[in-house]
């Protein structure tokens, strides 16, 4: 039974940092992607960042590019997404998902991924 536990979320200040993880367990993840999404309330859920096997990135640049990163660790299975200089528009409920590793396209969707964490809150204060 593969599963997502994510941690990490908070609140912060404007202009302050956060680093989620995501330790994904129950089966071998090679050749995987991993993903964030996001969802504000009244929104609908929001491509941020995924990274393949390889360690190539993507981001959805308007809103996070510059200012998140994303990075893996295989051997742990487990995905980060380090946020600085945040705003009070990076408020949501952070997801992290797992699926195979499509294209850069596909792996923007929703659709591209198999498993879900619980989601973590992420509170930015002005």
């Known amino acids: 039974q593969v599963q997502l536990v994510e941690s990490g979320g908070g609140l912060v200040q404007a202009g302050g940092s956060l680093r989620l993880s995501c330790a994904a367990s129950?089966?071998?993840?090679?050749?995987?992607?991993m993903g964030w999404f996001r969802q504000a309330p009244g929104k609908e859920r929001e491509f941020v960042a995924a990274?393949?096997?390889?360690?190539?990135?993507?981001y959805n640049a308007d809103p996070v590019k510059g200012r998140f990163t994303i990075s893996r660790d295989n051997a742990k299975n487990t995905v980060y997404l380090q946020m600085n200089s945040l705003k009070p528009e990076d408020t949501a409920v952070y997801y992290c998902?797992?699926?195979?590793?499509?294209?850069?396209?596909?792996?923007?969707?929703?659709?591209?991924?198999?498993?879900w964490g619980q989601g973590t809150q992420v509170t930015v204060s002005s």
């Open positions: 998902a797992v699926g195979p590793w499509r294209n850069t396209v596909v792996a923007r969707t929703t659709m591209a991924y198999d498993f």
């Open positions: 129950g089966r071998t993840f090679s050749s995987y992607a």
């Open positions: 990274i393949a096997w390889s360690g190539l990135t993507i």
